[in-house]
């Protein structure tokens, strides 16, 4: 079982910046992939971005590349999801998955929201 924790959501104006972060209760030499997912009232959860914690590659949605950056933690177990340029559409609960091959686990989600 690994415990997922996110913080750092909060209400931005557009054109600025947040920073999220993501605990899990295991060391990440356990963990295959640490993502951000995002869900906006009345829409599908999406994948925004991953990162593997082997060798670090990345992944990240179109609408976000360029303004995302997805990192890992000094501590093995965390992972940071840094948002510049933020709009209004990123508007949406923001939760951070851990994959441990077959499962993902959650966590309870950070609300984002950007006035315009």
């Known amino acids: 079982q690994v415990q997922v924790v996110e913080s750092g959501g909060g209400l931005v104006q557009a054109g600025g910046s947040l920073r999220l972060s993501c605990a899990a209760s295991?060391?990440?030499?356990?963990?295959?992939?640490m993502a951000w997912y995002r869900q906006a009232p009345g829409k599908q959860r999406e994948l925004v971005a991953s990162i593997r914690t082997d060798d670090g590659q990345t992944y990240y949605a179109d609408y976000v590349k360029g303004r995302f950056t997805i990192s890992r933690g000094n501590a093995k177990n965390t992972v940071y999801l840094q948002m510049n340029s933020l709009k209004p559409e990123d508007t949406a609960t923001y939760y951070c998955a851990a994959s441990v091959y077959p499962n993902n686990y959650w966590g309870q989600g950070t609300q984002v929201t950007v006035s315009s």
């Open positions: 295991r060391a990440t030499y356990s963990i295959d992939a």
